[in-house]
């Protein structure tokens, strides 16, 4: 009985941890607060979640997703896009983003004491490279993370946008996934 309940423990957080949504794709379930209003931002057709293009203050204020065409071979195609920029207009510019040949395979989200997102971590990977092989991370200024949770997408799935919610400043993020052979060709 015990290993039952386990069991069912087991498959209950792991639906919560990667939830589908519209058109075949998923979700990983955001980190950070329940402030704000909700925001979906997709890359454009075919392509891939390279990085993040941001404004930093004691939190993080706005966040788009930099967006890149990748081949089959694994190939990055540039230029990138910012299809859409979510949060407030206070901050600092920064960008965070992957090399040419790779994306962004791990998220890793640091928020404040009040579940606030204050700045990313990225790790990047290859599409021919199952291991992440660098990381970047952006840098606060001011404020100070609390904690950090790291997201991820499903086995055999790469991220092609983000989600969460954001008012004045982002309260919560995501990545939005999907398989390969629906994002590369």
């Known amino acids: 009985m015990i290993t ?5 423990g ?3 957080f792991a639906l919560c941890i990667v939830a ?12 950070g607060g329940t402030g704000g209003g909700p925001f979906r931002i997709l890359c454009p057709d075919r392509q891939v979640l390279v990085g993040f293009s941001m404004r930093l203050g004691s939190a993080m204020d706005a966040i788009g997703p ?9 190939k990055t195609l540039r230029p990138t896009t910012v299809p859409a920029f979510t949060g407030g207009g206070g901050g600092a510019g920064q960008v965070v983003a992957c090399p040419f040949n790779s994306f962004v395979h791990n998220l890793n989200v640091f928020v404040d004491r ?12 290859n599409l021919k ?9 952006s840098t606060p200024h001011g404020g100070t993370p609390a904690r ?9 799935q790469i991220p092609n946008g983000i989600h969460g919610k954001s008012g004045g400043l982002v309260d919560s993020l995501g990545m939005l996934c999907d398989l390969p052979s629906l994002i590369v060709r």
Do not use: D
């Open 4 to 8: 039952l309940v386990r069991n069912v």
């Open 10 to 12: 087991l498959v209950l």
């Open 20 to 31: 589908p949504s519209a058109h075949g794709a998923s979700q990983t379930v955001p980190i």
């Open 66 to 74: 930099i967006c890149a065409r990748m081949r089959k071979s694994g």
């Open 114 to 125: 009040y579940e606030i997102v204050n700045h990313v971590e990225i790790r990047c990977r």
């Open 129 to 137: 490279n199952s291991a992440p092989f660098a990381k970047w991370r």
């Open 148 to 156: 950090n949770y790291e997201v991820h997408c499903q086995v055999n």
